[in-house]
């Protein structure tokens, strides 16, 4: 783990409150808007009362504020450390072989199971939004019974996703896949690289690179022989 000095901790606060307050700002006025559109078309959004109404657009700036500063944290990192950026791209690179060799169901899959909680948070805020909009036609209900009744068919479409996520997971676990064995394997990694680097100390940093360099292509150039023979055997 390299330690940081003074002056990179004071440069890498200040790339991220940059990010986190033009990320802010910038969820602050598309709340804003967003709440005066939605003002004009829904009579249930004119009726919120005024901290409902600032909770909804502080909720837009405090999202977009994290993202941004998360989006800063990274920049500037990869900005300092070019090693970083090249291991990056090389992982970058083998994800997109073997995307490529995959077919469109096999990618479906794929991309279900590597953004499966993204996908339950997302489809948590859409089926409130598209329920609401649903409920809201019903002229019979108030306020709060709309708003509970959206809520009930919201958590049903979320349960029925997270269901599904948990037999992905449970998949995945069987074939030591899962979310747990990920990390004990990242574990496992970061180890066998800190002792690596014990043995292997740099006198420059990126001194090593050409080493993993050459690793990488002859990995790459190693997979490609064993796709290929496998081809061969199935033809």
Not at 173 to 184: A, F
Request: hydrophobic share 40%.
């Amino acid at each position: 783990m390299k330690i940081l000095t003074r002056e990179e901790e004071d440069a890498h606060y200040g790339a991220v409150i940059k990010g986190g307050s033009i990320g802010g700002l910038a969820g602050l006025a598309v709340g804003q808007a967003g709440l005066m559109l939605a003002s004009r078309r829904f009579s249930t959004i004119r009726t919120l009362t005024l901290p409902m109404k600032a909770f909804l657009v502080t909720s837009a700036g405090s999202f977009t504020g994290i993202i941004g500063a998360d989006h800063a944290s990274r920049s500037h990192e990869a900005a300092q450390h070019h090693e970083t950026v090249y291991l990056g791209n090389r992982e970058a690179r083998r994800r997109q072989e073997q995307l490529a060799s995959m077919t469109g169901s096999d990618r479906a899959k794929e991309f279900f199971k590597r953004e499966k909680y993204k996908i339950v948070g997302l489809t948590w805020i859409a089926s409130i939004l598209g329920s609401f909009m649903i409920v809201n036609r019903n002229k019979y209900l108030s306020t709060s019974q709309k708003i509970v009744q959206a809520r009930v068919y919201a958590q049903g479409l979320s349960l029925a996703v997270l269901v599904a996520v948990a037999g992905f997971e449970i998949h995945d676990q069987r074939q030591g896949k899962g979310l747990l064995d990920n990390v004990r394997a990242k574990k496992q990694r970061n180890a066998k690289d800190e002792d690596k680097k014990k043995l292997e100390t740099e006198r420059y940093q990126g001194e090593n690179m050409w080493k993993e360099m050459v690793e990488a292509e002859e990995m790459r150039l190693k997979e490609k022989d064993e796709k290929r023979k496998a081809v061969a055997k199935q033809e």
